[in-house]
């Protein structure tokens, strides 16, 4: 099957190609399309004329996003109504991938894949909650909308740290780490979440929205105590709140995303365990 990557120098893309290997795949980052000049994603998909379209770009600094409202909206929102046109006109499959910010409940239930949305807490998860309306909204698409949450793969640390790796940095350099308490989710290998992915696609699943994350839910201090553990690292994790570390783009105390449709993914740890073997 000819397959498309997009955004495939990112950290789930990395992973997604090694799934989609033995497919006849193309990857491209934005020096080889950038997916919000309208023109360019038609001419050039139409060219290609993929039967999948795998959409692991995205605007994805969660923080900078509050002051670079238009340009996120650019490519998580209008970005992704190009790509579904494109989609629609070839009968290609698009899988897009999305994120637990765009629930703004703050329901310590957690969602479900069916749960109704409220306004999401941070331009980022507004932004992507709008390119999902593209994708729902359309007429005769086939796709998978997945919305996953706390990635950590392959390191892009030249532009995005990712939070393990952050965490190690972190611990080699200071005898004590505070970490935040206060905030719940599932962190999600994406080496699990691209695996999964192709499962979609293999299975001929419906279309829909599906939840894939690792299990259970933990806090960001439960997830960098593990890391430093799992590291044989000596420094002392400490808990502390979020007010203690004000951000720019305000999280959820809870954004727990419930997986109703797919097999489940491992336990966070065991998965952790795996990258962090993979990488040393
Ligand atoms: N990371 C998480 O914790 C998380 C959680 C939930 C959902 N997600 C979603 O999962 C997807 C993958 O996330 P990720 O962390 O793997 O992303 P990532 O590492 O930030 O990779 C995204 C890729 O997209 C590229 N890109 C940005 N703007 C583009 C444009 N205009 N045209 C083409 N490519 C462009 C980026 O290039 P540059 O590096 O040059 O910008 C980068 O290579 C995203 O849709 C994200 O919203 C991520």
Redesign the pocket.
């Known amino acids: 099957m000819k397959v498309l990557l997009?955004?495939?120098?990112?950290?789930?893309?990395q992973d997604l190609a090694r799934f989609f290997s033995k497919e006849e795949l193309t990857t491209w980052?934005?020096a080889d399309?950038?997916?919000?000049n309208e023109n360019e994603v038609k001419n050039k998909i139409n060219r290609l004329d993929p039967k999948l379209i795998l959409n692991?770009?995205?605007?994805?600094n969660v923080d900078q996003a509050e002051t670079d409202k238009e340009y996120a909206f650019a490519?998580?929102d209008q970005?992704v109504g190009y790509l579904v046109q494109i989609a629609q006109q070839l009968s290609a499959i698009l899988v897009h991938?999305?994120?637990?910010y765009v629930f703004g409940q703050n329901s310590a239930k957690g969602y479900r894949e069916d749960d109704q949305l409220t306004t999401a807490l941070n331009v980022y998860g507004a932004s992507?909650r709008a390119g999902e309306l593209k994708i729902l909204r359309a007429d005769n698409l086939k796709y998978y909308l997945v919305r996953?949450?706390?990635?950590f793969?392959p390191s892009?640390d030249h532009?995005?740290p990712n939070f393990v790796n952050t965490i190690i940095k972190l611990a080699k350099q200071h005898p004590q780490i505070k970490i935040v308490n206060d905030q719940h989710g599932k962190p999600t290998y994406?080496f699990d979440l691209a695996e999964r992915i192709k499962y979609l696609v293999d299975q001929k699943m419906p279309s829909g929205i599906y939840h894939c994350v690792n299990e259970p839910a933990c806090t960001w201090y439960e997830f960098a105590k593990e890391i430093v553990k799992l590291s044989r690292l000596t420094t002392k994790v400490t808990p502390c709140s979020s007010q203690e570390f004000p951000r720019p783009a305000i999280r959820p105390d809870y954004s727990i995303l419930i997986n109703t449709k797919l097999p489940l993914l491992s336990n966070w740890r065991l998965a952790l365990k795996k990258y962090l073997n993979v990488k040393s």
């Open positions: 997009l955004g495939s120098n990112g950290m789930l893309a980052d934005i399309l950038d997916i919000t692991a770009s995205g605007y994805t490519v998580n970005a991938i999305s994120t637990d992507k996953t949450s706390w990635l793969g892009t532009q995005h994406t």
